[in-house]
Every structure is written in C-alpha cells, then in structure tokens.
C-alpha cells in the first residue's frame, strides 16, 4: 500500500495512479483530516493511541499546514519501491522527484504525516549541508 499526503488535486495524480496500478499497489489517498494521526492508525484504523512524538517535533510543523506532496511506501520490499519510483520518474518525465518519498518505518509508524515531513525536510537540509 501507498499512502498519499497532499496528492489528491496534484497533476501527478493520474500518473501515480497509472504507476500504481502497473505494480499492483493500493494507494490510499489521506485527508487532510487524518494528518492528525499517527501513520499506524492510518493503516490501521482500530489503532488510535496518541502519536509519540516528542511536543518540540510537534512544533516544526502544524497538521493544518502541511500541504506538500508526500508518498509512504507502506510493506513494500525495497526493489518494489525502487522500480515504482523508476517508473513514476519516467512516466512523468522526471516530475516526480518534487514529491517526498519515505518507507514506513517501526519509528516513522507512529509519527503523523506533518512530523514525517518536517523530518524528511530537516534530513535533507543536513545532507545538503555536509556535502
């Protein structure tokens, strides 16, 4: 399963969809109502403890405000992430690469999907600063 953050307007959309259906994947469109929740309940809706996360991650970004693009490979091999991003990069002339892209985690599981960003984001602006 592929969840989907902020995609259901984007113009990429009939693309990942296309892409998806090539790999036999379900992707799963999330509202902007279940940023709310931790990832685990997304993917299992009978799971609703509280997200854990420490209130200063909680901080970086405000689930209202999260509108970027994201996917989550959800029990996915790493081959099968690999070939579906190739495809999806190819499919939409390189497009795709705005779009972040994670693998569930056991850690990332119990994140929402504005703290999963905003930690992605800050991972990216570390690589970038030690290279």
């Given at each position: 399963?592929?969840?989907l953050f902020n995609l259901s307007q984007h113009p990429l959309l009939p693309v990942i969809k296309e892409t998806a259906k090539d790999?036999?994947?379900?992707?799963?469109?999330?509202?902007?109502?279940?940023?709310?929740l931790p990832i685990r309940a997304l993917l299992d809706p009978s799971d609703v403890r509280d997200p854990l996360m420490?209130?200063?991650a909680e901080d970086l970004i405000a689930p209202d405000s999260f509108d970027a693009?994201?996917?989550?490979f959800c029990k996915m091999k790493q081959d099968?992430?690999?070939s579906f991003v190739d495809?999806?990069?190819?499919l939409s002339n390189g497009g795709s690469a705005r779009i972040l892209k994670a693998m569930l985690t056991p850690?990332?599981?119990?994140?929402?999907?504005?703290?999963l960003y905003a930690h992605l984001r800050e991972e990216a602006r570390m690589m970038r600063r030690n290279s």
């Open positions: 399963m592929i969840l790999h036999h994947k379900v992707l799963r469109l999330i509202s902007p109502e279940e940023n709310r420490p209130k200063l693009p994201m996917m989550l099968e992430i690999s495809r999806l990069r190819e850690t990332n599981q119990n994140w929402t999907a504005p703290y």
